[in-house]
């Protein structure tokens, strides 16, 4: 049973990039999250989908960020342009919203802006 | 403002041992909380979770306790092994809070380190 498969698992690119993070959550789940994990705040909430529609993107921090999710097995994670402090470790979840079962995530994607 | 706080950012504990974690929250909306195990380089793990109808939830040697009144969880581990060895995260949502359903806040984490 395949989990959560985040890609890229590390990316490391200069400020002023375009980057794009990719999501692929398990089959028949409904609801998909995006988190970011740094030093200073910890895990945190960016934005989550319910059946593929953004529900509350209030976590996303800035309009250089953006979300998609074209269909039930993919999502993108956008940031353009890139800066250093956006390096972190950003993780995708998904989950049946119609069960009370936890989150599962994937393992991450490392990013290091220079 | 911090509604879910780990106050303790680690934790040692002999092997054999009971290992015990703590979270405080705020938020008086959460009804559902949750315990997430993290290894490095790999994505958090759902450990045990627990309802607010409850004040204990248990499964093998792990048990998550619930002090609503004083908007407090812990989790308890016994025994401790060294495979234990992992940050902790404290989690909760508002399951029953309609338009927010499944948004998690977290903990800051606690590292759990079992020594042989």
């Known amino acids: 049973d395949a989990g959560v498969i985040q890609s890229p698992r590390h990316e490391v690119t200069e400020m002023g990039q375009e980057v794009t993070l990719r999501c692929k959550p398990i089959?028949?789940?409904?609801?998909l999250f995006w988190y970011r994990q740094t030093m200073m705040r910890g895990l945190e909430l960016l934005i989550y989908f319910n059946n593929n529609v953004p529900i509350d993107d209030s976590g996303m921090p800035e309009d250089r960020f953006s979300a998609k999710m074209p269909n039930a097995s993919f999502s993108t994670l956008k940031i353009q342009p890139s800066e250093p402090r956006d390096s972190a470790v950003y993780f995708c979840?998904?989950?049946?919203?119609?069960?009370?079962?936890?989150?599962?995530f994937g393992d991450g994607t490392r990013l290091s802006i220079l | 403002d911090q509604q879910v706080k780990q106050n303790s950012p680690s934790l040692s504990v002999q092997e054999g041992r009971i290992s015990i974690l703590n979270c405080d929250y705020t938020?008086?909306?959460?009804?559902?909380f949750l315990w997430y195990k993290k290894y490095p380089a790999e994505g958090p793990t759902f450990l045990i979770s627990?309802?607010?109808?409850?004040d204990k939830n248990e499964d093998g040697r792990f048990t998550v306790f619930l002090n609503k009144s004083a908007k407090h969880l812990s989790l308890h581990i016994v025994p401790s092994q060294p495979g234990d060895s992992a940050v902790y995260f404290c989690a909760a949502s508002d399951v029953y809070g309609g338009t927010s359903y499944g948004k998690l806040t977290f903990g800051q984490g606690t590292i759990l380190t079992v020594h042989p």
């Open positions: 979840a998904s989950g049946d919203r119609g069960k009370r079962q936890p989150q599962h």
């Open positions: 089959s028949g789940h409904n609801s």
């Open positions: 627990i309802s607010s109808i409850k």
């Open positions: 938020n008086s909306m959460f009804d559902y």
